[in-house]
Nanobody
Framework: VQLQASGGGLVQTGGSLTLSCVVS????????MAWFRQSPGKEREFVAV????????NYAEAVKGRFTISRDNTKNTVFLQMNNLKPEDTAVYYC?????????????????WGKGTLVTVSS
């Protein structure tokens, strides 16, 4: 199972970015998919999760109302639309896959991880 995240970059405060994560080597629709992020000196933290069919989502309080997670099972891809970005959103963003299809915010339940894509929000 391979996960390839992309879409990071440099954006000003208030701007938007959309991250993508393409999954290969497995049946994508069997997996719950999540985004996590990690800033220098901090632990990896949960951002958002989506269920296998996309019917259920969950978000960290810090991003509710600004970020939207979605998936396209025909393209084996999960997305993270990020609006109204703030400097504190600066981090490496990772996508993760859970073969049990959970929507839990704990990193430990995710078996597969992408390498991450860097998002930098300038003030």
């Amino acid at each position: 199972v391979q996960l390839q995240a992309s879409g990071g970059g440099l954006v000003q405060t208030g701007g938007s970015l959309t991250l993508s994560c393409v999954v290969s080597g497995t049946t994508f629709s069997d997996y719950g998919m999540a985004w996590f992020r990690q800033s220098p000196g901090k632990e990896r933290e949960f951002v958002a999760v989506i269920s296998r069919r996309g019917s259920a989502t969950n978000y960290a309080e810090a991003v509710k109302g600004r970020f939207t997670i979605s998936r396209d099972n025909t393209k084996n891809t999960v997305f993270l639309q990020m609006n109204n970005l703030k400097p504190e959103d600066t981090a490496v963003y990772y996508c993760a896959a859970d073969p049990r299809g959970s929507v839990l915010p704990r990193p430990s339940v995710y078996d597969y991880w992408g390498k991450g894509t860097l998002v930098t929000v300038s003030s």
